[in-house]
């Protein structure tokens, strides 16, 4: 249990559906990221949110919406995916900025297949 | 650009010692973690380094050398459940971004 869950843990879905990811964090924490993990890539950054407000996109497709309704809550939207955004989708947290030390904690990771 | 360099896999004896290696060449350097991840699971935190020096954390220690853009995690008295991925990743500035290397699959063998 590492404090950060992520619902569903499995997902497929159709190049036309509409699905979404959710994340919760029990830590407190004021941040919360999304990550992308795809075989043999390293840890791509997707968004970050720093009280509620998005601090980060990395240049994701639109076809990526997400949505922070309050610090404990992050969702990502899926609409009309590729197959090649089949991944592993890790949601995380972290209570301030990396940069001065602070961890980020992830979740267990929702497994996406695009068919 | 930034880049991280791990070797992609390690195999290694249960008892022994294992140093996993970690090269960085980042825009900036604002402290380097590394995190173990079992197959199918969360990665989980290891070990922070910012300064120069070795971190010792029970059996598992990381070091850090900023002139030289290096690191490594060194893992005594492996055991079976040690077996995963060790991702080390960079903060390259002050921000919220860490920059990751595409980890090292150790196998602890019996």
């Known amino acids: 249990e590492t404090g950060v869950t992520q619902t569903p843990r499995h997902l497929v879905m159709g190049m036309t559906n509409k699905k979404s990811l959710k994340c919760e964090q029990h830590l407190g924490h004021n941040a919360m990221y999304w990550y992308k993990q795809s075989a043999k890539k390293p840890l791509e950054l997707m968004f970050v949110y720093n009280f509620k407000e998005q601090t980060e996109n990395n240049s994701v497709p639109s076809r990526f919406s997400p949505e922070c309704p309050n610090s404990s809550h992050l969702f990502l939207h899926l609409h009309t995916l590729q197959p090649e955004d089949s991944a592993l989708y890790l949601c995380?947290?972290?209570?301030?900025?990396?940069?001065?030390?602070?961890?980020?904690?992830f979740g267990e990771g929702s497994w996406l297949t695009v068919v | 650009g930034q880049n991280i360099d791990q070797p992609t896999e390690m195999t290694a004896t249960e008892g022994a010692i294992v140093q996993i290696n970690c090269t960085y060449q980042t825009s900036g350097f604002n402290g380097l973690f590394w995190y173990q991840q079992h197959a199918g699971e969360a990665p989980t935190f290891l070990s922070y380094n910012v300064l120069d020096g070795l971190e010792e954390k029970g059996r598992f220690s990381s070091f850090l050398s900023r002139s030289k853009g290096y690191s490594y995690l060194l893992l005594k008295e492996l055991q079976m459940k040690d077996s995963a991925s060790y991702l080390c990743a960079v903060s390259p500035g002050s921000s919220y971004k860490l920059i990751f290397g595409s980890g090292t699959r150790l196998l602890v063998r019996p």
């Open positions: 995380a947290s972290s209570q301030s900025l990396p940069s001065s030390g602070n961890t980020i904690y």
